[in-house]
């Protein structure tokens, strides 16, 4: 049974338990809103680690994706960026690899990860069409669901399946005058296979198909975004909500036959948009888990587009959206390295810690509780601990002259703390 | 004349058409809104430079923090942060040196500065008494007035004046049982003055004579928040809004007085708080410019405050903040080093450049455009170029493998806008 049929059928499972004292919530009431498909629990039946829950009520969780390119692989370093990760905080990866030996990177990620690992399989499926010198459009069905088999046997714990990519999707996107068309890369090959084959997109013709796989290894589905605007002049146009309308088809479909899924979501969005936006995915997919990709309301922020998406990430958590997926400074540029994996992961940190704040979440709550009352009491000590990224904080904290000081350089004398402390702690204003 | 007296008395100055033409718009509506008090033109009339305006219908422009302090001093250090913060693209600069010799410090600046250069100067005050061995609260007002006459003698175009740390503030601040008090260097050493003296805030209870030296050198008052909050738990208490209340009252007498004004806001702000604050103060202070530090929407980000600021400062600016004070990755730990500033500079950029597509402000809109045409194009020189940060997206850009090739490392040949391109070329669905 996947937990989604756990759940519908009353059973707490040992996962559910494990999610709901890491989020110090009642079992049974995550049991519920898993049932009702508004959480999930991405864990394939194959893979060990310790599973995190994605959803309403739940902290925000954050994506960092790794991977190989052609021109750039080397699994070690790809596990490394796993660890880098990881240990700032990343609750999922994904391996989007489509470079070198992808079996056994896949392979080598999903054994070393103490995290979900998701992937996109478009992405194997037509690097190896690539690899044997066919074009893209030549992969057949049967190649695409094979490979998708082959992943949830491998153990991968939720897959990117871009099913709104369709022959109707595709006619409203021509209509729609984009500034930049599609700028998803498993959409875009989808969209050519569709158009070279005159054939509808196997991932929602045969959706049932791709429900019996993913039920069989419990694989969460988290439907991508093919059509998601590339551009801030994109955002929210018919094309992307015609695909949207399809995914809360295709979501409610999944739940009926007892598969967790999500949701993907945009992209290049302008800040007036983005809480509507969250709205809108929550009305349309029957609160369905929303995974967004940033989202970023500027598109010239390129070389720090980490700082973008935490400013649309910290809007969209703000208004529901319940998984972050991060974005590098290299974003827009090139594939990320281990630096840029690492400040993406903060920078997609900070942003859902913000949203949580608004969630209501009382560990975020307590977290800033801790780190303010430790501020005022100058004890260094503790605010490095309790900063979101201790090991930068003790760096910066470490190249201040005043650093045996209780006080800062920044301040120094003037510390404002003291000085107030100083004019309050003999006399009082109403003697 | 100041600038709001030529605007009131109907006549459109240098400074005016100088900034209308920057900001493309007419100087007739400029004028207009300096006379409304909704815009300042911060230029002191004894500084040479290229002034820029802050407040409605205009570019949100930032302010870059510099200076020294007792335990780290060194000007040529503090030039090279400016160059920096204005080649990051910084509006203004802010001299908050408290050590080594600050006239020839505040000289060099104001010297060196192609943009408008603003102070604190209580800091500068109070450190001098510091320096002769008497205590804080030892200053008298005529050393404060003096302090500030001989800054505007100097050039200086906007100062800080805490002039809402009343009496009656500050007992209402008693009564709030604040996480953090007063977080606010300039406002706590008043605070500690006007408790240790009993006696009335000297920029509060002589207030006239503050506008008189302001508009005889034309020096923007820039209404310090002294009690602005320190922790997301003391925002919009009663202790900060008793003191907005006061700058509002002040602000008026500062335009019935000819002297153009903004007020400062804070501070660490919940992320469901800042569009209401910022609505507040317009309301409030006749929509006098607002001047935002920040704001930080969590207490916990040190080490990345930079990524805070800019959250908060995006919605801050997107709600009507007119100015972003920086804040640096150093913030809360030491004082910045030229990193730092640059940094700091970038992400507020970044905010202020996301509020301004809110705004609607075209200039802005165009660079998106710019750059989204250039990116379906894969012109990567036209995105350099158009990126908020060229150098570092060049640097980017560089280390990737496939930089002499038309996609990047990140796709590679699954390059979706190729890919979208190919599929679209030579055939449509509905043929």
């Not at 390119?69 to 240990?87: F, G, T, Y």
């Not at 910290?314 to 319940?322: E, K, R, S």
Request: glycine share 8%; aromatic share 4%; net charge negative.
């Amino acid at each position: 049974m996947t937990q989604l049929e756990s759940a519908i059928s009353g059973r707490i499972t040992d996962e559910m338990k494990i999610v709901a004292e890491s989020e110090n919530i009642d079992p049974k009431r995550l049991k519920e809103e898993i049932a009702a498909g508004r959480v999930v629990i991405p864990k394939n039946i194959g893979h060990a680690f310790t599973p995190k829950g994605v959803g309403k009520g739940l902290c925000t969780k954050i994506n960092a994706n790794i991977g190989t390119s052609p021109s750039h692989c080397d699994i070690d370093e790809e596990l490394n960026k796993l660890d880098v990760a990881v240990s700032a905080g990343a609750d999922a990866v994904m391996d989007l690899s489509t470079g070198g030996d992808l079996d056994r990177t896949l392979a080598a990620i999903l054994d070393h990860s103490p995290v979900m690992i998701g992937t996109v399989p478009i992405y194997k499926a037509m690097s190896r069409v690539l690899c044997a010198n066919r074009k893209c459009p030549e992969m057949t069905e049967a190649e695409l669901f094979s490979e998708i088999e082959s992943q949830g046997k491998a153990g991968v714990d939720f897959i990117t399946v871009h099913c709104g990519i369709t022959r109707h999707s595709m006619k409203i996107l021509e209509s729609c005058d984009r500034m930049m068309g599609m700028v998803s890369r498993g959409g875009s090959l989808l969209a050519e296979w569709i158009v070279e084959n005159d054939q509808e997109n196997p991932l929602y013709e045969k959706f049932d198909r791709l429900l019996e796989i993913a039920r069989a290894y419990d694989m969460t589905l988290s439907l991508g975004d093919g059509l998601r605007p590339g551009s801030i002049f994109d955002a929210q146009d018919r094309a992307q909500v015609t695909e949207l309308v399809i995914l809360g088809e295709l979501a409610a479909r999944s739940r009926a036959a007892g598969v967790q899924v999500m949701i993907e979501g945009p992209g290049h969005v302008p800040l007036g948009r983005i809480a509507g936006d969250m709205k809108l995915q929550q009305r349309i997919c029957g609160q369905a888990p929303y995974y967004v990709l940033g989202p970023l309301p500027t598109d010239i922020g390129a070389g720090h587009d980490h700082i973008t998406g935490a400013i649309g990430g910290a809007i969209a958590a703000a208004n529901g959206a319940d998984f972050l997926c991060y974005v590098t400074p290299a974003e827009h540029l090139s594939l990320p390295d281990v630096n840029d994996v690492r400040e993406g992961v903060i920078a997609s940190k900070i942003a859902a810690h913000i949203g949580d704040l608004e969630k209501g979440i009382a560990s975020a709550w307590k977290q800033d509780r801790k780190m303010s009352q430790a501020r005022k009491r100058l004890d260094w000590k503790t605010m490095i601990e309790t900063a979101i990224d201790s090991e930068k904080a003790l760096r910066m904290r470490d190249k201040s002259e005043d650093k045996d000081r209780d006080v800062c350089t920044m301040c120094g004398d003037f510390c404002a703390i003291k000085t107030y402390e100083r004019a309050t702690s003999h006399t009082k204003l109403d003697k």
